[in-house]
């Protein structure tokens, strides 16, 4: 689509064609510079493809029911204090167990796991109905997960669609014989001995 600009010069409009756009005034000082605008979010969603993460199900309790999904949005953030963030759409009913319960288990998966992995990314409805599992704290922990942490919930940070969560860690434990879930580039992979 072609589009034209136009000033007021005088009585009549003057039109400035979009190859030959009027000079910018100079920005005044301490004024911030124009930005580009953003890419759009499939654009960001492939650029991701190209990022290794491990895979997790983050785990709480509603309504004295377990519940949980699959995330690869999960990092550390401090060692003084110990803190982990996870990302969840507000929409998430394992954020609202989070919100609710003031606490959340991450579960690091197997690269055996991935049935697991799928399942508490699409399942609807109770996506722990045969799934082994224990409490600890009445929070569900996996069994045969890689490593798990039982965090207290500490931040609630919105941003856009999602709200970051910030935990403290008071329990973390995981194996020495481990061979990870991977994904990336849409799919999941294996580690290989560099």
């Known amino acids: 689509m072609t589009t034209t600009a136009s000033r007021r010069a005088g009585a009549g409009a003057v039109r400035v064609p979009p190859e030959d756009p009027a000079p910018a005034a100079p ?3 301490g004024a911030e510079p124009a930005r580009p605008a953003p890419v759009s979010g499939p654009e960001l969603r492939e650029f991701m493809r190209s990022w290794a993460t491990g895979v997790a199900v983050v785990t709480s309790r509603l309504a004295g029911r377990p519940v949980g ?8 953030v401090s060692l003084r204090p110990p803190l982990l963030l996870v990302s969840l759409a507000r929409t998430s009913r394992t ?3 989070i919100t609710a319960e003031g606490g959340f288990a991450v579960n690091l998966l197997d690269r055996r796991q991935r049935d697991l992995a799928d ?5 609807t ?6 799934v082994a599992h224990r409490t600890v704290d009445g929070l569900p922990l996996l069994d045969g997960a890689m490593a798990v942490a039982v965090c207290t919930v500490t931040q609630l940070i919105g941003v856009a669609d999602h709200m970051l969560v910030l935990g403290s860690p008071y329990r973390c434990q995981g194996g020495d014989d481990v061979d990870p879930a991977v994904f990336f580039g849409g799919h999941y992979r294996t580690v290989s001995p560099a």
Do not use: E, I, K, Q
């Open 27 to 29: 920005p005044s000082p």
């Open 69 to 76: 999904c699959t995330v690869n949005a999960f990092t550390s």
């Open 95 to 97: 954020l609202a167990a």
């Open 119 to 123: 399942r508490f990314a699409t399942a």
């Open 125 to 130: 409805g109770d996506r722990f109905a045969g």
